[in-house]
């Protein structure tokens, strides 16, 4: 029996209310034809993230806009736009997985704008998650480019895309399609999860010589009652 959108949303406020890592008092939810938009406000960036986490855990939910903004409780002591640059700096150059990169850090507002070179597009989005999580983030735009070291040939990328996807016991290869355009990877077709969808974009993100992915998978359970 297909599940309601009704029933979605009662399942989605449930896990929010639930998640300790979301305030959920000021978060509202609207769900129509399982695609799920977010609107209102959270206490931190973290907290934003693991709602938008929470909406694709839900069963039936297919896609999730994410609008919540980040609003500090009254109490909480704001670091001042310096302390946040050096505090994400200093994260960024003792990470031993992006510390050789050519990042640097603009904050204006809360707002962390990350810009520079990294050699692969998994070190872009680790540069973003490892600033995200920082006291007084609230908001981080990530305009690194991706420069590999190496050249690499289209064709070679999506077949080792796609031989990933043979391997991985979460990704249903004959369900995506892989594309790639100047290092430039676009994943189109269904799977039967969000974990799933996580796991091939994952994928796509750690292959050698992908600079950017594009993903258009969409989530395709049953939505029982």
């Known amino acids: ?3 309601t959108d009704q029933a979605i949303k009662k399942a989605l406020i449930d896990e929010l209310y639930w998640d300790h890592r979301v305030d ?29 986490n929470a909406a694709w855990a ?34 960024l150059a003792w990470n031993s997985e992006v510390y050789s990169a050519d990042i640097d850090v603009v904050v204006t507002g809360g707002v962390v704008r990350l810009e520079g070179t990294v050699d692969a597009y998994w ?11 920082l006291r007084g983030v609230t908001e981080v735009e990530n305009h690194l480019a991706v420069v590999p070291s190496d050249s690499f040939v289209d064709k070679d990328i999506a077949r080792s895309i796609e031989a990933a ?13 892989v594309k790639v355009e100047n290092g430039k990877v676009t994943l189109i077709g269904t799977v ?18 992908v600079i950017a992915v594009d993903n258009h998978i969409v989530v395709t359970q049953d939505r029982r009652e």
């Open 1 to 3: 029996m297909i599940r």
């Open 24 to 52: 959920a008092s000021d978060v509202k939810a609207e769900v129509s034809n399982g695609r799920v938009t977010l609107t209102g406000t959270v206490p931190s960036y973290s907290a934003r993230t693991a709602a938008a």
């Open 58 to 91: 839900i069963d039936g939910v297919s896609v999730v806009t994410n609008l919540l903004s980040v609003r500090f409780p009254p109490a909480f002591s704001v670091p001042t736009d310096a302390e946040i640059k050096t505090t994400a700096e200093r994260t």
């Open 123 to 133: 070190k872009q989005w680790k540069a973003e998650d490892l600033v995200s999580n």
């Open 165 to 177: 996807f043979q391997r991985s016991m979460y990704v249903n290869a004959e369900g995506v399609t």
């Open 192 to 209: 039967s999860s969000y974990h799933a969808r996580g796991k091939a974009y994952e994928v796509a993100a750690l292959t050698s010589g």
